[in-house]
């Protein structure tokens, strides 16, 4: 309970330098507030660099917390004059903790993911924005403790409507795997995360969120959903002359496989770089 306690301190210190620096992005007005909903679309024409730290409690048998920190660089790309194409890259930096008797704690690299998102230029009639494209898991991990020891590949897409404050919508994709290393299992795994944003008008570029990843492994026998629910705050502001998005939230994960996390603290630094 301790170690709880400790990290959601931090998660309430970091929410108040958020307060603390609101004057910055006031001062920023209307870009800080388009900058905000830009980050809030994942298939924005916006190159971005976040560094997602994800500090996950009470994981394995002797619950320990394990770090993951994801680089997720975005590259948007014009194809023609009606069509863009989005590409993510996550690079996963795991601290892993001990799951048995006689283990240490492992870090290193994790498995990378790629994916592309075809979408057009403008949204629909009614509002919609949409992409779809493959996504590409790599069989990158420095140690087996870090990775799924398998190459795979599959689809993903992702709509989302923006409506006066809100930014609401959600991300798919599922991952099937095409070749595993000796006697690693075969990888079926999905992955949704449903987001909901609301921006604050009276202080741009400040907005609530909650951004839950709902993974399920279709190849385990038992237990195959991870459910978080929980939101956060995030703070769209500048560093001298570089624009930057400032998150940070909680969520309770009340449905999860054994050995997975109990609680997850997500802190966010996200590096813009607008046209």
């Known amino acids: 309970m301790l170690n709880i306690r400790k990290y959601f301190i931090r998660l309430a210190f970091f929410s108040g330098c958020l307060t603390a620096v609101s004057a910055t992005a006031q001062d920023a007005g209307q870009d800080a507030a388009a900058l905000a909903k830009a980050v809030q679309n994942p298939i924005a024409s916006l190159i971005s660099v976040p560094f997602q730290w994800n500090i996950n409690l009470e994981t394995g048998p002797q619950e320990k917390t394990q770090h993951v920190l994801n680089i997720q660089p975005v590259l948007p790309f014009e194809l023609n004059e009606d069509w863009n194409i989005i590409t993510r890259t996550i690079f996963p930096l795991i601290s892993q903790p001990a799951f048995g008797q006689g283990q240490s704690r492992e870090g290193g690299l994790g498995d990378i993911q790629f994916s592309a998102f075809f979408s057009p230029k403008k949204p629909t009639a009614s509002g919609w924005i949409w992409g779809a494209g493959p996504i590409l898991q790599m069989n990158t991990a420095t140690d087996d403790r870090l990775g799924q020891g398998a190459w795979g590949v599959g689809p993903a897409a992702v709509a989302l409507k923006i409506s006066g404050p809100w930014v609401f919508g959600g991300l798919i994709n599922n991952v099937w795997s095409i070749t595993e290393d000796s006697g ?84 966010q630094i996200q590096l813009m770089f607008p046209k």
Not at 234 to 248: D, E, F, L, R, S
Request: proline share 7%.
């Open 184 to 267: 690693r299992a075969d990888v079926n795994q999905m992955l949704i995360q449903p987001f909901i944003n609301y921006n604050f008008a009276d202080k741009p570029g400040r907005y609530l969120t909650s951004a839950p990843i709902i993974t399920a492994n279709w190849k385990a026998d038992n237990d195959k959903w991870l459910i978080p629910l929980g939101m956060g705050i995030g703070q769209v502001m500048k560093i001298g002359k570089q624009p930057v998005n400032i998150q940070a939230s909680a969520y309770y994960n009340v449905e999860r496989p054994d050995n997975a996390a109990k609680y997850q603290i997500r802190l």
